[in-house]
């Protein structure tokens, strides 16, 4: 796919060394990453966002952070065009997450365009996702529906969600079930 090239190219033209590590000790893991900052990520992801979908879904399996955060930002304008296959596609990333960002710009981001309309459906995959042997399906469980929690008639779910993992072992998970926690305070 010649735009995957493309992007490759720019991503490598802004690589940052100093960034790289400054980015990976703010989100530790396996990830590739190149050190491309975040102005660059969205310049990209304005360009290609007509490539929709199929570049969408080369870009989040090219591997590294930096394609997987334009991915979540073409598919965060694009997806409303396709709910049924964003929420697909929603299910198979969240298989590969490897870092705390990705899973928060996928949970957040990735579903903008459809939160008022799927609701239902978003619920039943962040219930599934809080049973996963996966903790970042269990920390997305509840970062997905962050946005809910604006909406006094939704917490009674979020709070299953929440309670659910409140004794959860691992420290990503646990600051999601934090976070969450901290939302319902917000405005009181």
Same mark, same amino acid.
């Given at each position: 796919? =010649? +735009?995957? $090239? ?10 940052? &060394?100093?960034? &790289? ?15 491309? &900052? ?7 992801? =304005? =360009?290609? $966002?007509?490539? %929709?979908?199929?570049? *969408? +879904? ?17 598919? +965060?304008?694009?997806? &409303? ?12 990333? %969240? ?5 705390? *960002? ?10 903008? %365009?459809?939160? $008022? ?23 997305? %469980? ?26 959860? =072992? ?19």
């Amino acid at each position: 796919m =010649k +735009e995957i $090239k493309e992007i490759q190219q720019v991503l490598k033209a802004n690589a940052n &060394k100093d960034h &790289k590590d400054f980015f990976s000790k703010m989100v530790p893991g396996d990830q590739i990453m190149y050190g491309v &900052k975040t102005p660059v990520l969205n310049d990209l992801a =304005k =360009k290609y $966002k007509e490539g %929709s979908f199929p570049l *969408a +879904e080369a870009l989040w399996y090219a591997g590294s952070m930096e394609e997987r955060v334009i991915a979540i930002k073409i598919l +965060e304008k694009k997806g &409303k065009d396709d709910p049924a296959r964003l929420l697909k596609l929603f299910q198979e990333f %969240s298989k590969t997450i490897d870092n705390w *960002a990705v899973c928060d710009g996928l949970g957040m981001q990735f579903l903008r %365009s459809i939160v $008022k309309t799927h609701r239902d459906e978003i619920f039943r995959i962040a219930k599934r996702f809080n049973r996963s042997a996966n903790m970042w399906q269990r920390r997305l %469980s509840l970062v997905m529906v962050e946005w809910y929690t604006r909406h006094s008639a939704d917490h009674a779910d979020i709070k299953k969600l929440v309670t659910a993992l409140a004794n959860d =072992k691992e420290y990503y998970v646990k600051k999601a079930v934090v976070w969450i926690n901290r939302n319902f305070t917000k405005g009181k």
